[in-house]
Structures are given as structure tokens and as C-alpha cells.
């Protein structure tokens, strides 16, 4: 079992920058592979971006690629998501999340959720 607590959400004008954290307890992160997801109003939850249990491979939605850096602090137990050049359109809650099979991209090979934090974007 594995406990993940994002924070960091908040809001920013377009272009601006955030960074979001996801410490987890109970279990090592070493024994996860983690990633990001997020679900805008009226929205499907969406992938966006994933790292394996190492941190050498990561993967990104084309959405945010090149904008948002995804890292881990594995001595910290910690995962970040590093957000740059916001748009409105990251508006969404994002949800830090564990799985104990390899880096994807799909919320199915996940097994632990945290409870979200609230990233708004205005324009």
C-alpha cells in the first residue's frame, strides 16, 4: 500500500510557471513506477507524462512535451512535475499516481491515486 499526497497547484497567467510535488508513504517509490494525469470540467482523465522506477525513462503526452519536465527524488520518495509555458487549456486537476508494472501511459497500470491539486490557468 502507498499513500501519494500532491501539492503545488494553484493559479498562474498564461506562459507562467508551476511545479507540482506527489510525496508518497508507506511503500519505497523506488518500488513504483509514477506518473502524471490530469482531468479538466467535463473532461475524460487524461495522461501526462510518466516516469520509470530508475527515472531513465520517461514518457510525455505530445500536449505538454516540451513544456512539462516529469522527475523523481527517490531518496525524498518524491515525483515532480515541472510546468512551463502554461495555457489555459492545463487547466485541470492533476493527479499524481502509482503503478507496480513498467512506466505507461494508460490510468489502468496504475494501482494508487492521490486526491488531486488544482492547477488554473487564466488567459
Request: charged share 20%; aromatic share 10%.
Amino acid at each position: 500500500q502507498v499513500q501519494l499526497v500532491e501539492s503545488g497547484g494553484g493559479l498562474v497567467q498564461a506562459g507562467g510557471s508551476l511545479r507540482l510535488s506527489c510525496e508518497a508513504s508507506g511503500r519505497t517509490s523506488t518500488d513504483y513506477a509514477m506518473g502524471w494525469f490530469r482531468q479538466a470540467p467535463g473532461k475524460e482523465r487524461e495522461f501526462v507524462a510518466a516516469i520509470s522506477r530508475s527515472g531513465v525513462t520517461t514518457l510525455y503526452a505530445p500536449s505538454v512535451k516540451g513544456r512539462f519536465t516529469i522527475s523523481r527524488d527517490n531518496a525524498k520518495n518524491t515525483v515532480f512535475l515541472q510546468m512551463n509555458s502554461l495555457e489555459p487549456e492545463d487547466t485541470a486537476v492533476y493527479y499524481c499516481a502509482a503503478g507496480r508494472g513498467v512506466v505507461a501511459r494508460t490510468a489502468n497500470d496504475y494501482n494508487y491515486w492521490g486526491q488531486g491539486t488544482q492547477v488554473t490557468v487564466s488567459s
